[in-house]
């Protein structure tokens, strides 16, 4: 309230710090596959090249009701 136009913004390092917590559980021997598509995914710099190759991470590693990647994705710009 005291600083509403306050802009947050999440670190990369604190993203990629979680994604061990939040994925290797579930895929296992392909959480090493997870991650190099997530760093690939992450390190591009067209927004179009970014929204296209997210979806098409989200569906390989069948991604769509996870929780962790929507919030990633809504919060994408910060």
Excluded at 3 to 9: G, M, R
Excluded at 45 to 60: H, I, K, T
């Amino acid at each position: 309230m005291e600083l509403s136009n306050t802009k947050h913004a999440f670190c990369i390092w604190h993203i990629v710090a979680k994604l061990s917590s939040w994925f290797s559980f579930a895929f296992g021997s392909r959480y090493d596959d997870f991650k190099q598509e997530f760093h690939k995914v992450y390190h591009l710099e067209c927004a179009d090249d970014f929204e296209r190759e997210w979806r098409s991470m989200v569906a390989q590693f069948n991604l769509c009701k996870d929780n962790h990647i929507d919030l990633l994705f809504s919060n994408r710009e910060f």
